[in-house]
């Protein structure tokens, strides 16, 4: 089925351990997006890629790297987990870029635990 | 202050109730989303807006580009409505970027 696939859909890291979570459309969307949903608090974005080998930071990057080698992947890495990035994850894309977008898609999450 | 800001934050309704849930904001935007999330999931696509009035089934979304408002309407509710409803802009550019609203908690009881 098309859409936006996350693996894994849990994580449960030690402080310090570094991981990577996975996203892949196949859908041709060009804007694929990482963001981080915490309680009381609405989503917020981490990184963004507006094509294959571009990537920006968003509102909340520290912590986090990215890569956009492909148009279908944008896995996240977390460098050396810290107990403030416990959150559940979502990656979404979505395309038609420079004017509104036809909609975006979102991943089914994945729920990361650092201990 | 939140560029968007939803309210109610939580909502309980009885089931075959008309419910409407608001949004605004204070940015400028190409578009605004109304998002789906039930408990444990993931977030489903409702609505995308740039003017006007949206119907699918039972969901109505309106949008007032003006007054910086939208609501989102769910005409005779059923329990399977139950979930968190999330407004999202989306500024304008070549970025594309959403800005997220906290959500609004609805429960539907039988």
């Known amino acids: 089925n098309a859409g936006v696939t996350q693996t894994p859909k849990f994580q449960v890291l030690k402080t310090g351990q570094s991981m990577t979570l996975q996203c892949a459309q196949d859908m041709n969307h060009e804007y694929m997006s990482w963001y981080r949903q915490d309680p009381g608090m609405g989503l917020r974005l981490i990184h963004y890629?507006?094509?294959?080998?571009?990537?920006d930071q968003g509102e909340v990057p520290n912590g986090y790297n990215v890569s956009r080698s492909t148009t279908e992947d944008f896995p996240l890495r977390l460098l050396s987990a810290a107990p403030s990035q416990t959150s559940v994850y979502f990656c979404?894309?979505?395309?038609?870029?420079?004017?509104?977008?036809?909609?975006?898609?979102f991943g089914s999450g994945t729920r990361l635990t650092v201990v | 202050k939140n560029e968007v800001e939803q309210s109610p934050q939580n909502l309980t309704a009885q089931e075959g109730e008309f419910i409407t849930i608001n949004c605004s904001y204070s940015v400028g935007i190409s578009a605004l989303h109304w998002l789906q999330q039930h408990p444990g999931g993931g977030i489903v696509s409702l609505f995308m807006?740039?003017?006007g009035k949206k119907k699918h089934g039972r969901l109505i979304a309106t949008i007032n580009i003006q007054e910086k408002h939208s609501s989102l309407h769910i005409t005779a509710s059923h329990p399977r409505d139950s979930a968190v409803y999330i407004c999202?802009?989306?500024?304008?550019?070549?970025?594309?970027?959403?800005?997220f609203g906290t959500g609004t908690l609805l429960a539907v009881q039988p």
């Open positions: 890629s507006v094509g294959a080998g571009i990537t």
């Open positions: 999202a802009v989306e500024e304008g550019g070549a970025t594309n970027k959403l800005i």
């Open positions: 979404a894309s979505s395309t038609a870029l420079g004017r509104f977008s036809y909609g975006y898609t």
């Open positions: 807006l740039s003017s």
